[in-house]
């Protein structure tokens, strides 16, 4: 099958490089064009474990291109995806216009009929809002041709996004016509069996990405709650998540207490949910606490260094583990580390900070210029006062803190993720400081 993707970003390559992986022909249009340069090449603009193997190796076999030229990837395309963002604008609600423009850009230039699918995460009415733009403009060209607007919403996980897109545990479409689901069906019959398979009208597809998103920050931001209460009764948040996690209709998915969430999606979709509700004349009580709840926990980390050293850390060297919202991927948007790594500066501290892929040039300029990075994470320990763990790595897992230790000026180690044993940090003379468990230090309970 033949098929455009308009937006060569995370959503966009993912998808159509997966599409082209199933056997289509896929062509990518983006209207950067040092991107466009690069995956030409073969090299990806983004970190992904797998993606740039799966760029080169289909883009050799002639089943995926790139282009600025939209005329190229519309040709005799059957589908046409929209995968452009939808960044939070200032009014807290979903940025449309990379979606219009996008839109427009089709619409001006395709000649035939063909389904547009919206692969961006929109507020519910976007498909609505969009078939007006279509009519009209249709109407302006004097062409006679059916655009069909059809909502497909991704569900992928950063870091492991081509096994979620090539093995997707649901595919959601929302169509109104017999044509519509017929064809999307033929697309993901390589990807999903057909129970896997759900239908249902634009408004609801649209309105599931933005429910999906928000019950998992739910979870996350609910745990992250239950953490302080844990520090407040002397309780431990691992232990009560193993009781929660083995009651079959909760599961253990998303029960991590820690340091808060990040990335380019639950932040956003939390409160572009928000916004959508209020719109319509809801009290959004809930989604309104699943944010607040996480922009508290995000400065955790800071608070529990400042009770530690005082609110002036003029002078302390503060080696910081891990940039990412998470591991596997480079994306720090919306990242604890940015919220940890501000108050620090902020208070007087000299900041060194590592991690494994995300020390990109366009990373730094989330942070300011007075950041220093290592190499490793030998680097970063050497005479520091203490060090913050942020993002789970397994590397950082693997740490040898009996070797690392003596590099460091003092043994203290702050955990944002709760991912060592209190036991055998103690046994090994640090000051250790997790979240929400029971035997951290006294001065901080």
Not at 158 to 172: K, N, Q, T
């Amino acid at each position: 099958m033949k098929i455009c993707v308009v937006g060569t970003g995370y959503v966009g390559l993912v998808t159509a490089t997966c599409f082209a992986e199933k056997g289509n022909e896929v062509c990518c249009i983006d209207i950067e064009e040092s991107k466009i340069a690069k995956l030409k090449k073969g090299i990806s603009p983004i970190y992904e474990p797998g993606l740039e193997e799966l760029v080169k190796s289909n883009s050799a076999a002639g089943r995926l291109s790139f282009s600025t030229d939209i005329t190229v990837g519309l040709k005799d395309a059957k589908l046409c995806f929209i995968a452009v963002g939808t960044p939070q604008g200032s009014d807290g609600c979903a940025d449309l216009n990379q979606v219009t423009t996008a839109l427009d850009e089709i619409v001006s230039n395709i000649n035939h009929s063909c389904f547009i699918v919206v692969k961006s995460t929109v507020p519910v009415g976007t498909g609505t809002l969009l078939c007006k733009r279509i009519k009209a403009l249709v109407y302006e060209r004097n062409i006679d041709i059916n655009l069909e607007v059809l909502s497909n919403p991704e569900f992928l996980r950063e870091g492991v996004a081509i096994e979620d897109c090539l093995s997707p545990d649901r595919v959601v479409i929302g169509a109104s016509s017999d044509e519509a689901i017929a064809i999307m069906k033929e697309l993901y019959k390589p990807f999903a069996t057909e129970d896997r398979i759900f239908i249902m009208d634009p408004l609801s597809a649209e309105i599931t990405k933005y429910a999906a998103n928000t019950m998992l920050a739910a979870r996350i931001s609910f745990m992250n709650e239950i953490a302080g209460l844990c520090d407040k009764v002397g309780a431990d948040v691992v232990a009560v998540k193993e009781g929660i996690a083995s009651d079959k209709r909760i599961g253990k998915y998303f029960l991590n207490a820690g340091c808060g969430y990040g990335g380019s999606c639950f932040p956003k979709d939390v409160k572009a949910l928000y916004h959508v509700g209020e719109s319509q004349g809801l009290d959004m009580t809930l989604s309104t606490a699943i944010d607040k709840v996480n922009r508290k926990q995000k400065e955790i980390l800071h608070i529990m260094i400042r009770e530690r050293f005082g609110n002036d850390l003029e002078g302390l060297k503060i080696a910081v583990l891990g940039l990412a919202f998470k591991p596997h991927t480079d994306d720090m948007r919306e990242a604890p580390s940015i919220t940890l790594i501000r108050g620090l500066l902020n208070c007087g501290a000299a900041v060194y900070a590592y991690d494994p892929v995300a020390m990109t040039s366009e990373n730094k300029n989330w942070l300011s210029s007075d950041v220093n990075y290592g190499e490793g994470i030998e680097e970063i320990l050497k005479d520091a006062d203490c060090a913050v763990l942020v993002t789970e790595w397994p590397e950082f897992k693997e740490i040898n803190w009996g070797k690392n230790a003596p590099l460091m000026k003092n043994k203290i180690l702050f955990d944002g993720r709760n991912i060592y044993d209190p036991q055998t940090m103690e046994d090994l003379g640090f000051e250790y400081y997790c979240i929400g468990r029971s035997n951290r230090p006294t001065k901080l309970k």
